[in-house]
């Protein structure tokens, strides 16, 4: 079979094929991140541009997709897919479409590796650009935040569709023929939508009586293992991890010959911009077959700005900054840099999230934790049956901050119910530290109130507070909230509303009338003038 | 060689018409445009860069993916706009259809004028339909954004089929078969038509064609 192929041809080919899938998963992923998309044309030719279409490489995802490939080719028998799964913010998932490129047996040997192929596999992206954006979960994708988020995992071997229901639509974005095989590129996508919860998501009660972090940046505080799967513009993260594509050895650069196509010349030079680092040589020579990686996409405000318009604008890479979370991806339970995935891509598992070592030698930063995100999410919960935290006073009080304890932590806002060894007595919400005379009313009251209590009895079983909302003071007109409001609920009626002095004053109206005519003719140019500005 | 003809259908309420034939148009003309091409020594010629850019409709529920080019939006949104005109100022129950006509140019002697070859031709039948409430109007939304979400499965579903393709040319014959009036891409020759058909279904007699690339007028 490969007897008729040149081994030029074959090495053209091979290439062709490993960065056709990898743009393949950088085109799904960019089109679940959540943000239209948007890359310049260029009439010139830059050399690093695969196939003749500009597609911006996230290095992270490119870094997943080496790392899935392993050194090997999507091939007959080797199918790369690219699954993506929704999220919700209470843990449940769903897988929501599988992109799958494969390749058969039949082969097209007449056909130009050089000429035909690169220019139907550039044919063959454009197509995926469109589909991605009219399968379901684009609208999905659109929508990410809060609610859910949108994963993706890549895998390599047999295509898994089990996990996307019943009734489950196929699509065929197109097909390839070449020497050695035809590339098939697919996406089968879930129809029914109806989220199921596949694990009861245990409940514990309130760990924290009082929520210290009101600006909760990731609505996943939770699941600390989870991390957003960052972008960076090139140059920005710690040393340049992951080599992008451009980075790589292995540059593009196609001349095509206007001759008869017998004759065609192709051209692809090498060139080394940057020595790989260790880091990616040493991740690449693991033998990981099977590997199932998962990775979260986050919604743009999370990894990266937009610009104003909404839209990703990736011609001008420095509108990016970079990604607010610094956390690389680590897979859990690893040691000694060697991560630990099952064999088989496991659907169950391999959807929590994994870890790759920021540090070169994969010094692992963290202690290792069990493998699945919910047991480690418990443990986090369990010991906080006994926990220290600091309770925040009102903004009117001019005390520092206690440091509270207690071992019972069912009910909330259990810190402020007083206790036989409670400090209400120093504690600054009952008893202010004296003050000197009040300069405005609003700390008088504050204070004239508390210090009703300093006399009193510290036993109490209730604390009287009295009722002073925030900014409702002002100090001309002192008064609390419930009483302006009280008084201003009924105003009386406006005069010139009611019936009798109008009935009173229109004899005088009448009479007066003959005089403001002449005075509204006098002015007659300045009606005029203002007329026209109304024009 | 005979001229590839695809018929794409469509039922759209009137404010939809546009974006309707925008997503459609666009993304045809995506597969069918290349980067610039440079000529070199020898015969060689290397290839431009295409970009690409997501598009928001704002009448219905879909996204659509077109060239970087704002030159070429701007041509095609022209031809769109003058049919949706001819499609209210018509007076029929508004049915139309717009042609995206692929051709190759063949140089004839003198005095003959230069022949015009389509090898594939779009039409894209347009029916509007009147909604009356805007219950209806969002259901009109999302189903129209499904319908063409087909259409896109269609063309792609035809584009990959890899029939025939026009030669890529030398030099000098590179303005017989690409339109290489834009700086940023190429796309193959192409002109965009369109007819208003009365309740009738028949033509109007007075049918209304323009050429937005007009290759008689040479």
Redesign the interface.
């Known amino acids: 079979m490969d007897s008729d192929l040149s081994s030029q041809d074959r090495k053209d080919l091979d290439k062709f094929i490993k960065f056709f899938a990898l743009k393949t998963v950088q085109i799904i992923v960019q089109a679940r991140l959540g943000e ?11 050399g690093s ?1 695969w196939f ?3 597609i911006k490489d996230i290095p992270e995802v490119t870094h997943e997709s080496k790392k899935a490939l392993a050194g090997q080719l999507p091939g007959i028998g080797r199918s790369m897919c690219v699954e993506i799964s929704l999220k919700t913010s209470e843990g449940d998932s769903m897988e929501l479409e599988t992109w799958c490129l494969e390749m058969n047996e039949k082969c097209d040997k007449d056909i130009k590796v050089s ?1 035909t192929v690169y220019n ?1 596999l550039s ?2 992206l ?2 995926l ?3 991605t ?3 379901p979960a ?2 999905l994708s ?1 929508k990410q935040g809060h609610d859910y988020v949108i994963l993706y995992r890549i895998y390599f071997g047999d295509v898994q569709l089990t996990g996307l229901g019943e009734g489950f639509q196929s ?6 023929g070449t020497p050695i095989g035809t590339i098939t590129l697919s996406c089968a996508y879930r129809t029914n939508l109806a989220l199921m919860s596949s694990r009861q998501f245990e409940r514990t009660g309130p760990i924290m009586g009082i929520i210290i972090d009101h600006f909760v940046e990731r609505p996943f505080t939770n699941m600390a293992h989870m991390h957003p799967c960052s972008y960076r513009t090139p140059g920005e993260d710690e040393g340049g991890t992951y080599a992008g594509i451009e980075d790589s050895q292995e540059v593009c ?7 008869p ?1 017998s004759q065609c ?1 192709c051209t692809v030079s090498q060139a080394h911009f940057k020595t790989p680092k260790p880091a990616l040589m040493a991740t690449l020579k693991v033998p990981l077959m099977g590997l199932g990686v998962s990775q979260q996409l986050y919604s743009s405000r999370l990894s990266y700005q937009t610009p104003a318009l909404g ?1 990703v604008d990736l ?1 001008h890479p420095t509108a990016f900054t970079a990604g607010a979370h610094p956390h690389q991806m680590v897979v859990p339970g690893k040691e000694g840099g060697v991560p630990q995935v099952p064999a088989q891509p496991n659907h169950g598992t391999a959807a929590e999230h994994c870890r790759i070592p920021s540090c070169p030698n994969g010094q692992s930063p963290q202690p290792a934790q069990p493998t699945s995100c919910s047991s480690e999410v418990k443990t986090v919960f369990c010991d906080a049956l006994e926990t220290t935290f600091t309770r925040k006073v009102g903004a009117f009080v001019n005390k520092a901050t206690t440091q509270v304890t207690t071992t019972s932590l069912d009910l909330p806002f259990a810190a402020f119910t007083p206790r036989a060894n409670d400090l209400e007595v120093n504690d600054p919400m009952v008893h202010p530290p004296p003050s000197p005379a009040p300069s405005s009313p609003l700390q008088g009251s504050l204070h004239s109130n508390s210090s009703s209590h300093s006399g009193g009895q510290p036993q109490d079983d209730f604390v009287m507070v009295d009722f002073k909302p925030a900014f409702s003071k002002d100090d001309l007109l002192p008064m609390d909230l419930g009483t302006f409001y009280r008084e201003f609920q009924n105003p009386p009626q406006l005069a010139s509303l009611s019936i009798d002095v109008s009935a009173q004053s229109m004899a005088e109206d009448l009479d007066s009338l003959p005089e403001k005519l002449a005075i509204y003719e006098k002015n007659i140019d300045e009606f005029d003038a203002f007329v026209d500005t109304l024009q | 060689m005979n001229c590839r003809s695809e018929v794409l259908e469509v039922s759209v309420e009137g404010r939809q018409v546009e974006e309707a034939m925008l997503a459609v148009l666009h993304t045809i003309l995506l597969h069918r445009s290349t980067g610039k091409f440079h000529y070199k020594k020898e015969g060689t010629y290397s290839i431009g860069t295409v970009g690409t850019q997501d598009v928001d409709c704002d009448f219905i529920d879909f996204t659509f993916v077109r060239v970087s080019s704002d030159e070429l939006d701007r041509v095609i949104r022209k031809a769109v706009a003058e049919f949706k005109d001819a499609l209210g100022n018509s007076g029929s129950d508004g049915m139309g259809q717009i042609s995206l006509e692929f051709y190759q140019k063949k140089k004839s002697r003198w005095p003959f004028s230069d022949e015009c070859i389509p090898w594939e031709v779009w039409s894209i039948k347009v029916n509007v339909v009147n909604l009356a409430n805007e219950q209806e109007r969002q259901i009109c939304r999302e189903k129209v954004g499904e319908k063409l979400g087909e259409k896109v499965i269609n063309i792609v579903e035809v584009i990959n089929r890899h029939d025939y393709l026009p030669k890529m040319p030398t030099q000098s014959e590179v303005d017989n078969v690409f339109d290489t009036s834009l700086k940023d891409v190429q796309p193959y020759l192409y002109k965009i038509t369109y007819q208003i058909t009365d309740s009738l279904g028949t033509s109007v007699s007075t049918t209304m064609r323009r050429l937005i690339k007009d290759t008689l007028a040479l």
């Open positions: 239209k998309i948007s890359t310049c044309s260029s009439s010139s030719p830059t541009d003749n279409l500009a000429y139907r044919l063959l454009k197509s650009l469109a589909i954006r009219v399968t684009y609208k659109r699509v065929r974005v197109g097909v390839v650069t196609t001349s095509f010959s206007t001759s196509p010349v839209t011609c």
